[in-house]
Each structure stands twice: as structure tokens, then as C-alpha cells.
């Protein structure tokens, strides 16, 4: 059952306010992130939409920093890089182009629909 919030004595505009809140992202169709891994990494293909599990009119949100990669994360992307693995998180290999400066840091849109 859904909860409610006494409003009759809240200004839905002021609510408003509040809530929302205004962010800069950087916006990428997934197969414009796919073209770029693909040329940065050299690799044939990589499918955004098998690595991330993804539906149709999706849209995902990274933040992407220079940072080191955790032990399992290095593990994934070498598995990547070797060809032994056809997908990759899209946060490691995003904090890797960041950390390669490839892309910049900030916080990452991307759009699946076709």
C-alpha cells in the first residue's frame, strides 16, 4: 500500500523546489558508448545492452572519477582485455577511459532505446 503525506497544507510549488534539483550529465546513445569501447580497446564488439542486462527505453545513470579499480574490478576488465570475457561493466570500463583520459569526468547518461 502506497504512503501518503499530509499536503493540504504544503505549497505543491514549494515542494517542487525542494525536490528537484538541476545536474550536468554527459549523454551517450549506448551504441555510441559501444563505438568507443570498441576503438579504445580495440575489440570488434561489446554490447552495452548484454552487459548491463537492458530493456528497451532505458536510461543509465555512472559516475565516472579518476579512482583505482578494486582487485575484482582489474580482474574483470584484464578478462576483457584478453578476450576471455564479451562483456564488461560499463562502470569499470567507464573509470578506466576516465582514469586513460579518454573521457572526462562527470556523471554519465546512457540512453538504450532503439
Not at 70 to 76: I, S, T
Not at 96 to 109: A, K, M, Q
Amino acid at each position: 500500500m502506497a504512503r501518503t503525506k499530509n499536503t493540504k497544507n504544503t505549497d505543491a510549488k514549494q515542494l517542487a523546489n525542494d525536490a528537484i534539483k538541476s545536474e550536468q550529465f554527459y549523454t551517450l546513445d549506448y551504441d555510441q558508448f559501444e563505438e568507443i569501447v570498441c576503438a579504445y580497446y580495440k575489440r570488434d564488439n561489446y554490447s552495452f545492452i548484454l552487459s548491463m542486462e537492458s530493456g528497451n527505453d532505458v536510461n543509465y545513470v555512472f559516475e565516472a572519477k579518476k579512482e583505482e579499480l578494486e582487485d575484482w574490478d582489474v580482474e574483470e576488465l584484464q578478462k576483457f582485455l584478453q578476450g576471455t570475457d564479451e562483456g564488461c561493466s560499463p562502470y569499470i570500463l567507464l573509470t578506466d577511459l576516465v582514469n586513460n583520459n579518454i573521457i572526462p569526468e562527470g556523471n554519465y547518461l546512457i540512453e538504450v532505446s532503439w
